[in-house]
């Protein structure tokens, strides 16, 4: 069985299909888009890429950092041209989270803006990267730095993908999705998967039709988020996106509690939902907590000190200006554990499909 969840836009609106072989209905939505070409661009095999009901270039990309830069968007046009891609046609990414981010630039900008549909095929691009519009690759000088805000026509997150992913790859984005439990979502603890994924979806599709360009409550999205990109840049990515994520959201738990925002049982509520996703609840213990506030204080939202969404008797918002000493306090006080027990002893207890 699949849902659709509507991303509401106006003239931009869109649904997000999950479940079981949903990708199979690529070739009607292009149909009701009337493209009569299509460029699709696959991290996967090509048995993984479904029938597009008309002319199609496939084109071959890898997932990763490595890839997210200009020079593959210039590259991606440039076979876009020689196909004879129109601005009535369409553009179709299947793969992770930087996939969809490098194709979703190369569609917002040829011939100034064509059609694209997601197929995510990673847990983290299902429930996050490929809804809502953001597109964006790296500079040597820092990552997302140059992107622009993009809708696809279509998502089809099709849950027969993620049967294959690797376990830590299912917990990157299982990060995602315990954070939804602290934004608004309802416990989606004992839900299967593709529901979890669909109501973390219908979260994100809420927020966005509210916030499309970030300027607000879309900050909600990174919950948990400010310590997790310190982390993984202060572990050298040897934690991954999802897994320091939880690691922020039991930190921002800790430190909502600390400020006098929520309750002892709302802080242990964090540690029950984290470990619930069988993700990591402690700081790795060679990681240094001044490293981790300098790196806070480059955070986005740290427009004035210190910035974090962090929970409240009126639910999540952006707090500015938290004192340093109390995070610096909060980041002592958190349990402490080797990487490799961090990353090694999560178990998941979600049914998968
Ligand atoms: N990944 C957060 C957002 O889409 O705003």
Known sequence: MSTAVPVRLGDRSYDVL???????????VIRRLGARRAVVVSARPKEWVPDTGVDTLLLPARDGEQDKTM?????????????????????????????????????????????????????????????GGKTA????????????????SAVLCDTDYLSTLPRRELLNGLGEIARCHFIGAPDLRGLSLPEQIAASVTLKAGIVAVDERDSGMRHLLNYGHTLGHALEIATDFA???????AIGTIFAGRLAGALGRIDQSRVDEHVDVVRHYGLP????????????????????????????????????ELVSDVPEDVVARVLDE????????????????????
């Not at 934690?239 to 994520?245: D, F, T």
């Not at 990681?287 to 740290?302: E, G, I, N, S, T």
Request: charged share 15%.
């Open 18 to 28: 999950v479940g079981p072989g949903v990708r199979t209905s690529l070739a009607e």
């Open 239 to 245: 934690l991954r996106h999802g897994e320091a994520v």
């Open 71 to 131: 020079s593959t968007v210039e590259a991606l046009c440039g076979e876009f041209v020689r196909f004879g891609l129109t601005r009535s046609d369409v553009v179709v990414s299947c793969g992770g989270g930087t996939t969809t981010d490098v194709v979703g630039l190369a569609a917002a900008l040829y011939h100034r803006g064509v059609a694209v549909i997601h197929l995510p095929t990673s847990l983290l691009a299902q429930v996050d990267a490929s809804v």
């Open 281 to 316: 609840i402690a700081l790795p213990a060679g990681v240094d907590p001044a490293v981790l506030v300098r790196q806070m204080h480059r955070d986005k939202k740290a427009i004035t000190g210190l910035g974090f969404v962090l929970d409240g008797p009126a639910g999540a």
């Open 137 to 152: 690759v790296n500079l040597p000088a820092g990552k997302n730095l140059v992107g622009a805000f993009w809708q696809p």
């Open 334 to 353: 958190m349990p402490r554990a080797r990487l490799d027990e961090l990353v090694g002893a999560a178990t998941m207890d979600v049914a998968l499909i």
